[in-house]
């Protein structure tokens, strides 16, 4: 009697277990799906190509936020194409890298790249503009983005360093709606212009 209901407990946690697993990506999963984002993003997040965002060191908060926001289409996902591996020259897109994974998966791959470090551009910018950007960072963007935008636990994106095309980019996606934005955010951007902007990004370009 008493090794039956042992037996029988023992089947009640093995299939409990099996159920809790089953959602959760093994670290072989994550090793494939990270290698699969080094073909654009680089080798641990450090990206060398000006279109694609270094997301090494970025917060894990941020990195499951856009990795849902590109899942659920809420975030523009313009054409790309593998830079790098067996796929080399393949047109794709963001939305189409993650609308396979879970919640876990994404998890596991943004605490990957969380502690990566953030390795900044090497970039030509203009220091004229750069001067001018920095005084409109520090008086419409440093409350939320402190430190240039080079504090990755302020969640919201890092851009000391940060590539400038895609920066141009970024802007231009918050600006048109294509990409969800903090309403207190947006604010600020619409009392600036194109110039504003270019400044704002060789700000950004010069940080080293
Ligand atoms: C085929 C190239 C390619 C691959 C592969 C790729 N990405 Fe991207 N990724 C891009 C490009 C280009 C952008 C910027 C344009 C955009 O918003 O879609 C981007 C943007 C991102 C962003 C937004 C960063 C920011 O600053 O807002 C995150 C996060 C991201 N990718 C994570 C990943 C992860 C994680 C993987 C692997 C599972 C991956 N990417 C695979 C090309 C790629
Ligand atoms: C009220 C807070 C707030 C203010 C003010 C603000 N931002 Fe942001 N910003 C955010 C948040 C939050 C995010 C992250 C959004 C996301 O998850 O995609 C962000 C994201 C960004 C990004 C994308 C970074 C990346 O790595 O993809 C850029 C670029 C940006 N902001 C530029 C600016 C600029 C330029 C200003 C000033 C004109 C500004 N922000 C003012 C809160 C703010």
Redesign the pocket.
Known sequence: MKTKHFKHILLVCASLLGISLAGVASAADVNK??A??????GKAGAST?S???I?GG?SVD??VN??KA?KNQD????E????SGS?KG?K????N??KD?GDSEMKL??QY?SKQKFVKAKQKFDPELARKGKEIHDMSCEKCHSEGGSVAKDDA??MAG?WMP?LR??LD?FSTGK?PIAKKMKLKLDDLNKEDFEALVNYYGSIK
């Open positions: 799906l990270v699969v984002c080094a073909n654009c993003h190509e279109e694609v965002p997301i970025y941020f990195l856009n990795l590109y975030r523009a996902c313009p790309t194409e593998f830079r796929k393949q794709t897109n963001m939305c890298m993650v994974m791959v943004a790249f994106g890092m940060q895609y980019q970024a996606e990409r």
